[in-house]
């Protein structure tokens, strides 16, 4: 992400401090449970980390959420907290978790939501295989998914969604009021930001008799609208556009039958809105 940003960054494998080719830039590779409490603290002036961690360690207003990042390892999506129990269990709700066992890493994020039901139940630390304790050695788990498609797969059933995290890239409080560590700082999100917009969409270039221009900008999506250039030949204009890299399976067939030749399809770096 940082690379499609325009950052060189290189880390060996048996390090955990990257080198950046931006000289004003020194990282640390940590876990995403630790970085909102060495952001809040200042040992760190900025960090990336979850939604989820942030609530974890009560950092809610301890920290700048400079921006959310949106993205996953199944996809740009958020990452979903869930209430979860084996598909035969009678628990329907947080209701019936009273005097229950529960395992999951957010431990205190789980307390709170049970304190909002008035209910009391043990919730216990899980140091990972949460979905293999349930319902053997625990009545239930909060855990993260993407799909559910894990929990399914061990016989789990979704009860409720406590909340949806994404990816944030947080600041030190001082570190925000330092006008130039401030600007530094939201450079970096305005560039990978742009590089994850970038992540699902393509840029297309095609060339259009004018007698087709019509029909053929009437089939184009565009952030706005299209670029549209003449060519040498007086006939002619270029189109220039970019696209959600989705709908390019459907669209290119339908320009190619209004009219539009030359089409090339090409892959992005950034897209700055």
């Known amino acids: ?11 060996d494998e048996r390090q955990y401090k990257p080198d950046f080719d931006d000289e004003e830039l020194w990282g640390v590779l940590l876990r995403a449970q630790e970085m ?21 360690r009560g950092m809610e207003g301890e920290v700048v959420e400079v921006c959310e990042l949106i ?3 199944k996809g740009m999506r958020p990452y979903k907290w869930v209430l979860a129990v084996h598909e035969n269990s009678d628990i329907q709700g947080p209701e019936d978790l009273e005097g229950k066992r529960i395992a999951t890493e957010l431990v205190e994020v789980t307390n ?6 008035g209910v009391s139940a043990q ?3 899980s140091w990972g295989a949460t979905e293999a304790k349930c319902p053997s050695l625990v009545d239930a788990i909060v855990e993260g998914t993407e799909t559910g498609a894990t929990l399914a797969a061990n016989n789990l059933r979704i009860v409720d969604m406590l909340f949806e995290s994404t990816t944030k ?30 992540e699902t969409k393509v840029g297309l270039k095609m060339n259009v008799a004018r007698e087709n221009l019509e029909a053929v900008v009437a089939v184009l999506p565009a952030l ?40 090339i399809e090409y892959p992005l770096n950034k897209v700055i809105v």
């Open 169 to 198: 890239f947080i600041a030190n409080q001082q570190t925000w009021e330092d006008a130039w560590k401030r600007q530094k700082i939201e450079n970096i999100a305005l560039l990978l930001q742009g590089a994850l917009d970038a």
């Open 71 to 73: 993205y996953a390892k």
């Open 224 to 263: 706005k609208r299209p670029t549209v250039s003449p060519l040498a030949n007086g006939d002619w204009v270029a189109i220039e556009t970019i696209v959600d890299s989705e709908l390019v399976r459907d669209l290119i067939p339908q320009l190619k039958a209004a009219g539009a030749q030359g089409i």
């Open 112 to 117: 709170k939501y049970l304190a909002e039901y």
């Open 123 to 125: 919730v216990e630390f």
């Open 1 to 11: 992400m940082f690379t499609r940003a325009g950052f060189g960054l290189s880390v």
């Open 36 to 56: 909102p409490t060495y952001v809040a603290g200042g040992m760190l002036d900025c960090g990336l980390t979850g939604l989820d961690w942030i609530r974890e």
